[in-house]
DNA sequence: AGAATTAATTGATTTAGATCAAACCCATTT
DNA sequence: AAATGGGTTTGATCTAAATCAATTAATTCT
């Protein structure tokens, strides 16, 4: 839609032309074009809509949820710049997920039979596509959504410093995080009710772990609340390095 | 190890050699080797090493755990034949997982630096690829092992269906299943307690949903196993078809 | 700006499944 | 055949987080 180029992306050292030269790059971006401004609530591509491209967010943030057969929704991930979507797809022939706008959105759109052509041709382009799919699928494997023996604590401190490292391998410096997703997303997201994202989030707060003003959240004590991830029964009155860790 | 063959082999068609022609498929035997037998017990790749191989199930299973920072034990999934194993472990260069068999195991083995050369060369080949990870990456996100809203009976009726179907999937008629795991296996990998999985086997065998003999499990009745799947609140006394869904 | 609507918080109660504790059942080994 | 030791089952109790029920704070709309 738009002019549009890797070589002078910010995010293309984590994204699709890291590995390849110069060249190659310039091959890449032949395929790839940047979308018009979407905006909080736009749907980039809608479950069950027959699969055509891969999307990289160049900015903003945006959600993926789907339906199941009952009817209920599930919120499966967060895409931050740099990151992309629809690789699932491939298989299936249809997209899996809705992938919505949760704020100002720009994205990089390319059609993936044109990548798995340009990929044959350009071996470093396959070996980081192979290496994006193998990178999200550990991660999916390694680090789900949640642990079933995860208490809502270790969820949601998860969640919170999760995001945080995502946010400053991307070249962000502030312990401040805009959370543009509502807390029945996260809660949605992490397996929770809304109720006990509230009472955690004020819980953190009380224990000098994060600061709350609505959507925006200041990570107060980033040591502590890496600690939460781990530790399993975390007493409200102990601080987390008094406890002993307890291997199964 | 061994000479190999995936034209003679009866998951070809479920396997990499899947869209390949017979000139392709005899370029793909020359870099996959079958390995010895392996046994019960025997590790055939430990979490950390490093990423050299690809594996596919030729008979057998086997299951994939790991353990975390905090020294818990995670069984990730269970291999059934023509399943890969490894792709996870290209971005890491590491393997995440451990995989061992559960009984007499038979594997195909490959190199993936091998296999990633001969995708340039064998376009049909490198979208097989692409396909078999994306395949994975898709039921990982749309069905991880466990759904944080899904009840304990919810979670074992779908292993138990996931099971038959992936067996059916293979050529396999019968309605037996046998489990060559513990149940603390079964329990660890949908995040239960051992004492849950043998109350719930108890009561589907009570409703007449399955019959067990230790570890060998027939099915009597798939129709009332998958709707147990479904139904939230499965109440001891009705039957599943009585229960109105509940969408939330 | 004020009304209407939706999101978030707070408190009381309930419950599914964990944990604790003990018995039992197989398969080996001696 | 008795003994050892996992794996499995069964029962009693406990608890983290859900649900239910209001209330309060933010947005959005007119």
Redesign the interface.
Known sequence: MYDHSCSNCAMSEICLPLGLDKADIGRLEKIVTTSAVRHTGDNIVRQGDAFQNVYAVKSGMTKSY?F???????I?SFHLPGELFG??????KRY??TVEALDTVVLCEMNFEEL??L??HV?SL??Q??????????N???N??????QTAEQKLSGFLHNLLSRFHARGHVSMELHLPMSRRDIANH???APETISRLLKRFQQQNVIDIKNRLVTIVDQVKLESMV?C?ALEASITPSEIT????
Request: aromatic letters at 12%.
């Open positions: 789907r199941d057969d009952a009817g209920t929704e599930y499966h690789l699932d797809a491939i298989y299936a899996g997920f798995q052509v990929c044959s071996p396959q070996r596509v192979f290496n994006l799919l193998s990178r999200d699928l550990y999916s494997h390694v789900p959504i949640e642990h079933f023996d992490l397996g929770l781990h399993h860790r307890s291997v199964k």
